[in-house]
């Protein structure tokens, strides 16, 4: 064949699209388990780094969560265990937050064992400035004070609505009670400092120029926890009996 024809450069470029593409597909089935383990560890460190434990330099993320992670389980608004046919672990959050009924929602909860007792872990999802923001919230054993609490996003702004994920911002929902008084769900407000409520409700200050995010996280909370409610209410009952 005339390798100067444009038969010949047809043929040799399908050839070669062909073969590579036949390489790159070898190559993703090979490297897909690798790919699937490690974006299971990166939520499993996110899952411990709510209860405030971090994997030290070398530590297996996985090995350490096995550890502490006892239990994990999915639960309806009615605050009932559920078999749904899937683990809590793989629950898609994102896609639960978006049923209006929240009588339909699957609502992962992770038991976790700390120096400081049993807490339980809850994941939340939600909207920034950008794209989606996420993350996990521990309690403690009353089913309303905060432990801990982790959070991140996919493309908020350096320097502003990224701040959400440092601890200068995480910090401040250790301690924080999301039921009133009266036990009502009241959540935490994201406020801009000078902004404090004054009725008592829990609050964290906003991340300074990142107004939309900090709205964002508020939200995310709110439509993410709420729905744990009558599961939340059940622990504090247990808690109470336990006196």
């Known amino acids: 064949m005339n390798r100067q024809s444009n038969t010949y450069t047809v043929i040799y470029a399908v050839v070669l699209v062909a073969v590579v593409g036949v390489l790159l597909s070898v190559v993703y089935q090979a ?10 560890n990166d939520t499993k460190r996110q899952i411990l780094a709510a209860a405030l434990i971090t994997p030290a330099p070398g530590e297996n993320v996985a090995d350490l969560y096995g550890s502490h992670i006892t239990d994990s389980f999915i639960v309806n608004a009615n605050g009932d265990r559920i078999e749904s046919g899937e ?3 793989d629950v898609k959050v ?46 403690d054993a009353n089913g309303d004070t905060v432990y801990g609490a982790y959070f991140a996003h996919q493309g908020e702004t350096p320097g502003l609505g990224a701040e959400i994920e440092k601890p200068a911002f995480l910090d401040q929902f250790e301690g924080k009670d999301i039921f009133a008084a009266d036990g009502a769900f009241q959540g935490i407000k994201v406020v801009k400092i000078g902004q404090e409520p004054a009725d008592g409700s829990a609050w964290v200050h906003a991340v ?17 926890l709420e729905p744990y409610t009558a599961f939340f209410n059940k622990l504090s009952k247990e808690k109470e009996a336990d006196k």
């Open 31 to 40: 490297l897909r388990p690798q790919q699937i383990e490690n974006i299971e």
């Open 87 to 89: 683990k809590a672990f």
């Open 94 to 139: 994102a896609n639960e937050v978006k049923k209006n009924d929240v009588s339909q929602r699957l609502l992962p909860v992770f038991v976790c064992t700390t120096d400081n007792g049993l807490k339980y872990i809850v994941p939340v999802y939600g909207a920034g400035l950008w794209g989606p923001i996420w993350g996990y919230v521990a309690f």
């Open 208 to 224: 300074s120029g990142g107004t939309i995010t900090s709205q964002g996280v508020q939200k995310m909370l709110s439509n993410s």
